[in-house]
């Protein structure tokens, strides 16, 4: 099942499946570097992650695919979902490194940005991102979020102490961003929710 569709990616909701993958993306050094994932993960490991996310109202977990090929590149999701504040917190990892900036994480992001201010109607999305992840920050730079702050020496990650930003975006400036209104998300395309 495609749960949200874009011109790249389509996102689907996390399956038992899609273990194997996520661990072997968590566990490559590359994808590490600019992540602070508790690694090593294992099959294991992630069964029982997965048993607890896909129950927790809390967290939205997707796996990545290519529109052309439907090739399961990546993982994403909405995660630490709280009311009344309706802000959540977005992750996103493109495992496959051949897909890197080709576009294809600023859509997965991007399609997390409307289901979470569309379908869970959310007033602010928010993440964190280390000083020296640059594709992420451009990724979040293109969608219209803002850096909120850094965080000086706030995460151990390989062996250091490592800053991070603290990146965001509010409903209200999503909507300026792509041109909407309120009004406007009542006939939101529904052939992007499938
Ligand atoms: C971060 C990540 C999700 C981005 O996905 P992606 O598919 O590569 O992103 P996109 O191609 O949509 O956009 C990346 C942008 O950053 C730019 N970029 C990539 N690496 C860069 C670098 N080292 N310095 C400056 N810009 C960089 C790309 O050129 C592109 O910008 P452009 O569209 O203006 O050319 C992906 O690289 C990834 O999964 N990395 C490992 C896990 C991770 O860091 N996740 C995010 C945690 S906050």
Redesign the pocket.
């Known amino acids: 099942m495609q749960l949200l569709k874009g011109e790249k990616v389509y996102l689907k909701l996390f399956e038992e499946e899609d273990i194997p993958n996520r661990v072997k993306w968590i566990n490559d050094p590359d994808?590490q570097f600019?992540?602070n994932y508790d690694i090593p993960t294992s099959i294991s490991k992630t069964k029982r992650w997965f048993a607890n996310a896909v129950m927790d109202p809390t967290r939205r977990e997707f796996s990545i695919f290519t529109v052309e090929g439907d090739k399961h590149i990546?993982f994403c999701g909405l995660f630490n979902i709280k009311t009344p504040a309706m802000k959540a917190e977005l992750h996103?990892?493109?495992g496959e490194k051949e897909?890197?900036?080709?576009?294809?994480?600023?859509e997965a992001y991007k399609l997390l940005d409307e289901y979470g201010f569309i379908e869970l109607g959310l007033n602010k999305i928010y993440?964190f991102?280390l000083l020296h992840?640059?594709?992420?920050h451009?990724?979040v730079e293109?969608l219209g979020w803002k850096r909120d702050g850094l965080l000086r020496e706030e995460t151990y990650s390989h062996g250091t102490v490592k800053d991070v930003y603290v990146v965001s975006i509010l409903r209200k400036d999503w909507l300026i961003h792509n041109h909407l209104n309120e009004d406007d998300l009542l006939l939101f395309p529904n052939s992007r929710h499938l």
């Open positions: 994808i600019t992540l990546g996103c990892v493109i897909y890197w900036s080709g576009g294809y994480g600023t993440g991102q992840n640059h594709g992420a451009r990724v293109k």
